[in-house]
């Protein structure tokens, strides 16, 4: 199985600053087929289900907010919060879906300071 | 916009069965494909199970193979979870979402389904 390892854990960061989250997995997950990367990541704030942001690593979904950028290829990558903001206040999740099964990183809890 | 409601879950006992139900609207069933993943108390997202459009292909998370079964009904607009000889490591959140594929970006609000003597 991929595994698929976050950090850090936690991280509190004031209002309007940026937060940036990491994401290593354990096997590239970079196609050369397809040349896309079978990455994405989650939003999920408290009491929610997941919310899709971005996938193929750095394709921000329909309705999310441009300060949300992904990047990375292979087996690292980065999402960036360029501005926080109260509502962004959530776990964030990352995904694999290169291999079965698809394995999720343990997730980043995004807070205020 | 697409909707997706589960149903069934509750409290049962170790060894026990229950059947989760999935209803989606406001979008085409047949062409997504749908998960199930679970979130235990308080931990990260598990996958559990997937399924694709025509119902010919089914995935699995090995803690689950063989106790659990994914099935659809695409008449019915509709995705089901069998959960038989229940483990209390299977108290979760249980939350069925579709897609293109294995990334799921239509999720329902979940279910929890509690497993305790």
């Known amino acids: 199985d991929i595994v698929m390892t976050q950090s850090p854990d936690s991280l509190a960061v004031s209002l309007g600053e940026r937060a940036t989250i990491n994401c290593k997995s354990s096997?590239?997950?970079?196609?050369?087929?397809?040349?896309?990367?079978?990455f994405a990541w989650y939003q999920q704030r408290p009491g929610q289900p997941p919310k899709l942001i971005v996938s193929?690593?750095?394709t921000r979904e329909s309705g999310v907010p441009d300060r949300f950028s992904g990047s990375g290829s292979g087996t690292d990558f980065t999402l960036t919060i360029s501005s926080l903001q109260a509502e962004d206040v959530a776990v964030y999740y990352c995904?694999?879906?290169?291999?079965?099964?698809?394995?999720f990183g343990g997730g980043t809890k995004v807070q205020i300071k | 916009e697409a909707q997706l409601e589960e149903s069934g879950g509750g409290l049962v006992q170790p060894g026990g069965s229950l059947r989760l139900s999935c209803a989606v609207s406001g979008f085409t069933f047949s062409s997504l494909y749908m998960t199930w993943v679970r979130q235990a108390p308080g931990k990260g997202l598990e996958w559990v199970a997937n399924?694709?459009?025509?119902?010919?292909?089914?995935t699995y998370v090995d803690s689950v193979r063989g106790r659990f079964t994914v099935s659809r009904d695409n008449t019915k607009n509709s995705l089901y979870l069998q959960m038989n000889s229940l483990r209390v490591e299977d108290t979760a959140v249980y939350y069925c979402?579709?897609?293109?594929?294995?990334?799921?970006?239509?999720w329902g609000q979940g279910i929890l389904v509690s497993v305790s003597s």
């Open positions: 193929w690593a750095s």
């Open positions: 096997q590239t997950l970079f196609s050369t087929s397809t040349y896309r990367n079978y």
């Open positions: 979402a579709g897609g293109a594929g294995w990334l799921a970006d239509k």
């Open positions: 399924i694709n459009q025509d119902g010919t292909d089914k």
């Open positions: 995904q694999q879906y290169h291999s079965s099964p698809v394995t």
